[in-house]
């Protein structure tokens, strides 16, 4: 019983300086007082921009997908020979 009260003060004394930093730092982080709430969505306008910023990143992903597939398909089949065999083909890089 000794050893479990011992345990839990070691454990209460390592978690306070921690617990006093969160605190502080979460009170300067608070720029309003105890109980003043504050709704923070955006305007219609910013929910417009993010909704269009959304649909041009998937919209260029959906079209990287399409072209590599594209260009990358042929190749791909022309290679099948190539790793059946086991011959490796020599790697060039375009710059």
Known sequence: MIKARTFVAAAVL???????SATASLAATSSHGPG?????TQTLAGQQAT??????DLGRGAAELVSSAYIGGPQGILDIPAHVLGV????????
């Open 88 to 95: 490796p083909k020599p790697l060039y890089y375009v710059p």
């Open 51 to 56: 909704f269009i910023q959304g649909g041009d």
């Open 14 to 20: 390592a978690a306070a300086p921690l617990m006093l």
């Open 36 to 40: 003043t709430y504050f709704d923070q």
